[in-house]
């Protein structure tokens, strides 16, 4: 179970937690005590960082690290007394630090912690749109991790496919990487503008933890040709329930298509039953 605990600076974390018997540790700082060495000292001891909302205190570490714990099942340390009770700060309460890493390179990100709406578990939203230096970066370290395997076109698959939205910009880099030109993505709806005859688009209903309510998975039938009868590389951002890659699965053996593997930038719930998955990151939120 992981184990965090609030701190005033990098140093009193390493001191408090870098000897504890924890599967994970994380440190909690005020938002100006997380420079780029304090960051590095985190890391060079193995412990995560969340950090604060910008202007907070040593008090607003307290109260999230508190907040964390009790929605996240985790344990607390360096909990001499309970932390301030307060309000929440809006929807956003705070910042985790996503590391990447493979091969010599690590690639790091803050994200927004967010609570999930209808529920009390927080997440860290991993959302790639609009990032094209990020999106190239992990574009670039997912095709070495995939090349090193021998999951490479022509010998282990023969397209790319992935779901929109938030993996397009990734799915492409990636696809530039390996030197091929197209790629399908499955639409979330069905479209106006799709085929109905002679074949109409071929629908999956999935559930995903990051979007309200059921949606589907739609194959342009434009596109069907790109995959019937070949072998298919699922690439995904995320993948927390695993609702989305399985449904995708699915549609892609519906549409006549082999897939060999699905690669992900994050893993954050339990292993899916799909084919050969490649994750590069399990982070905590």
């Not at 001191?15 to 005020?30: I, K, N, Q, T, Y």
């Not at 574009?139 to 010998?155: E, F, W, Y």
Request: proline share 6%.
């Amino acid at each position: 179970m992981p184990l965090i605990g609030a701190y005033a600076n990098a140093m009193e974390a390493v001191a408090s937690l870098a000897g504890a018997a924890a599967d994970r540790r994380a440190a909690v700082l005020p938002h100006a005590a997380a420079h780029d060495a304090a960051r590095r000292q985190l890391r060079e001891a193995s412990i995560e960082c969340i950090t604060t909302l910008a202007g907070e205190d040593l008090s607003g570490a307290e109260w999230l690290c508190r907040e964390l714990a009790q929605a996240q099942g985790w344990h607390r340390g360096a909990a001499e007394g309970e932390a301030p009770g307060r309000a929440s700060p809006g929807d956003v309460i705070g910042w985790y630090e996503v590391r990447v890493a493979y091969g010599g390179s690590l690639i790091t990100t803050d994200r927004p912690i967010t609570r999930l709406h209808g529920g009390r578990a927080y997440i860290a939203s991993f959302n790639l749109l609009g990032q094209g230096r990020l999106n190239r970066a992990l574009g670039d370290v997912l095709h070495r991790r995939l090349a090193d395997d021998g999951i490479v076109p022509g010998v282990a698959f023969d397209v790319v496919v992935c779901a929109e939205s938030k993996a397009v910009g990734m799915a492409q880099a990636l696809v530039e990487r390996f030197g091929l030109d197209r790629y399908v993505v499955f639409r979330k709806g069905l479209k106006n503008y799709m085929p109905r005859h002679p074949r109409p688009p071929l629908e999956q209903e999935v559930a995903s933890i990051t979007t309200a309510g059921t949606q589907s998975l739609v194959l342009d039938p434009n596109d069907w040709p790109l995959v019937e009868g070949r072998r298919a590389l699922l690439v995904d951002d995320v993948i927390a329930t695993g609702g989305t890659v399985r449904a995708a699965c699915a549609l892609l053996g519906r549409a006549g298509a082999e897939v060999a593997a699905v690669a992900a930038i994050l893993l954050k719930g339990p292993e899916p039953d799909v084919p050969r998955l490649i994750v590069l990151a399990r982070p905590l939120l």
